[in-house]
């Protein structure tokens, strides 16, 4: 191998562990942060580790150009650096991270069309490696050996948090009456039975969680214990999941990305599929705070899903944008995105601003109510697979970035997020409970993004979607901005006939200013839904509610979100 390819391999390896280094710290402080209940720096880590990725990938250009001056691709030697770099993954705890890293390098510095597996890795080689397999990830607990009990109590002291429990014979009890209720295949007596646990707790927001399965002659269950900060210096056990859908929900795509201490991603991952096997890898390694492997796993993913199905991409059913244009491939769950050139007249962002408020979704809390997106660039589909009516409108709406490559249609930028059902096509197809619930969530997810410092801006039906488990989620950003950002009125009475009568508004509007009636108006104008609406959620039809809120985020309170019903809280089974 040659000196020239060992070093420029060892200089973006460096730069990969000099993430992973800096990953690791702030993960693992995490726990710190749940036992002191420091809710603004757990926003702040989770924001600084979102961005971590991309700086080291900067930093480590400037050092690769600066120490090789590298301007144009030798493709001897830059096939060599690949032999090299997979050399040096060998015995590596994160191969296949340390792939992505490497990817997003090579990505960076030339053109797409090296983008082959001589150069990159499209195909992984990280599960040849030896160290992942023999990751140490669980401990196996034989509750026979010191009773059912003390074998929980064992496993809730494994975190060893400076805290202590609030009450864990209390807990301990409701959780052992839980599993008896939720699953039969824990009707075993401790002989029978074995548990899992992870030795890693995910953390994140105000939660904590402990991650495992009971195994049993009847079967495995797998489950979540989800744990509480008391903020009077005590833990407590908030519930307990076992049905795979509210596991799921958990490790949705609308949330902010936990904090687990753990240096075997890969390994990780394997087994929370099993675990929640409705979950994709990709959603995993996102979920657990590696996005950018996310990414790479979700684009090998729709590689292979595109060569094994015919479908043709269309655009995406309901009203479109103003702004995006976005269209999907039926028989694959996600929406590709991209900015148009130029806006309808009402709008009044630019591109630029676009892509600054998808980023700060990326970056700020999602509290389960807003999609999470992956950005892309230079992505090719093949050209056969576009319906005649969605490369027309692309080519009219979007010409300077997408052009052709030989069979190829490439796009210079874009989003992928999870398709789901917008709102006004789900409450238009829904019946009465149906419309009901989903109302209901829609005012939920406005509670929930206003008390997270985000106010939607536009909140048309049409920008929520539905998911498959019924959540409501917001996903149009062009329009966002921070709470303080904006100032919530009540309409002044109309007192003289002249402004009784009169067609513009006769009171003064400024830019910023907000009428939270005016929603009825608008999102709401069908009467059955406003009736519906008003059932649950008056209260976000004046102005004072929103004030609150706004007061709320300015003095720092941090709202409890729980990624579980609150009916599946154990504090209803002790507070009355
Ligand atoms: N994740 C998704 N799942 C399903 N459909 C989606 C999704 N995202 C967007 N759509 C569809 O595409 C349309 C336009 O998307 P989006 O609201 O993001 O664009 P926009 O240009 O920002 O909209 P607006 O004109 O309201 O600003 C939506 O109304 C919806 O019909």
């Known amino acids: 191998m040659n000196n020239l390819a060992y070093a420029i391999a060892k200089t973006i390896l460096n730069g990969f562990e000099r993430h992973i280094f800096l990953f690791t710290e702030i993960t693992r402080s995490a726990k710190q942060r749940f036992e002191q209940c420091q809710w603004q720096d757990v926003h702040l880590a989770a924001k600084q580790r979102t961005d971590f990725y991309d700086k080291r990938v900067t930093e480590t250009l400037f050092t690769l150009k600066q120490d090789f001056e590298i301007e144009q691709l030798d493709c001897q030697l830059w096939q060599n650096v ?13 191969p296949d991270l340390a792939e992505s890293f490497y990817n997003s390098i090579f990505c960076h510095l030339f053109e797409r069309k090296y983008y082959n597996n001589d150069y990159i890795f499209v195909q992984t080689t990280a599960s040849k490696s030896q160290p992942v397999a023999a990751a140490q990830l669980y401990t196996r607990y034989y509750p026979d050996e010191k009773g059912l009990k003390q ?21 301990v009890d409701i959780l052992i ?9 824990t009707h075993y007596t401790p002989k ?26 009847g079967g495995e269950t797998p489950f979540i214990l ?17 049905a795979s859908e509210e596991m799921a929900v958990i490790f949705g795509f609308a949330r902010a990305y936990f904090f687990v201490d753990c240096q075997h991603p890969y390994a990780l991952v394997a087994f929370l599929k ?4 409705h979950k994709t890898k990709a959603e995993l390694y996102s979920a657990i705070g590696y996005h950018k492997q996310g990414k790479t796993q979700f684009y090998r993913d729709f590689l292979n899903h595109l060569s094994s199905s015919d479908d043709q991409l269309i655009l995406a059913p309901g009203i479109k944008g103003m702004v995006m244009s976005v269209f999907t491939l039926p028989s694959y769950p996600y929406v590709f995105k991209i900015i148009k050139d130029k806006f309808s007249p009402s709008k009044s962002v630019t591109k630029a601003e676009v892509k600054e408020k998808y980023r700060l979704v990326k970056l700020h809390d999602r509290v389960g109510r807003m999609a999470d997106t992956m950005e892309y660039s230079e992505v090719a589909f093949p050209k056969s697979r576009f ?25 210079q930028h874009m989003y992928i997020e999870r398709r789901m059902t917008p709102l006004n096509l789900f409450l238009a197809d829904a019946n009465e409970k149906e419309q009901e619930d989903a109302l209901f969530g829609y005012g939920q997810a406005i509670k929930q993004l206003i008390a997270a410092d985000i106010f939607p801006g536009d909140m048309l039906l049409k920008n929520f979607g539905v998911t498959r488990h019924g959540r409501v989620i917001f996903y149009d950003y062009d ?13 002044p009475e109309p007192k003289t006939e002249e402004q009784i009568y009169a067609s513009e508004p006769w009171y003064t509007v400024n830019p910023g200013d907000v009428f939270p009636e005016e929603l009825a108006i608008f999102a709401l104008a069908n009467p059955t839904y406003k009736t519906l609406f008003k059932k649950h959620h008056e209260d976000l039809l004046s102005a004072p509610y929103w004030q609150q809120a706004q007061s709320n985020v300015a003095n720092g309170v941090i709202e409890d979100v729980f990624p579980y019903p609150t009916e599946m809280r154990f504090c209803h089974h002790y507070l009355k």
């Open 151 to 171: 074998t929980i109590y064992d496993i809730l002291a494994k975190p060893q948090f400076d805290i202590a429990y609030e009450n864990l014979t209390r807990d």
């Open 226 to 242: 989800a744990l509480v900060n008391n903020e009077h210096g005590g833990i407590v056990l908030d519930a307990m999941l076992s």
């Open 274 to 277: 099993k675990l929640i096997p």
């Open 192 to 217: 029978q039975m074995s548990f899992d646990i992870l030795d890693f707790v995910f953390y994140r927001n105000k939660g904590a969680y402990i991650i495992g399965k009971v195994n049993s002659p």
């Open 177 to 185: 009456e839980q599993f008896y209720q939720q699953s039969k295949k």
């Open 479 to 491: 329009e966002i901005t921070y709470m303080d950002e904006v100032c919530f009125r009540t309409k």
């Open 387 to 411: 319906s005649q009516e969605l490369l027309d409108e692309l080519l009219t709406v979007a010409p300077s970035i997408v052009r052709f490559e030989d069979d190829l249609v490439v796009i």
């Open 82 to 94: 690949k032999l090299a770099y997979v050399e040096m993954l060998e015995k590596h705890p994160q």
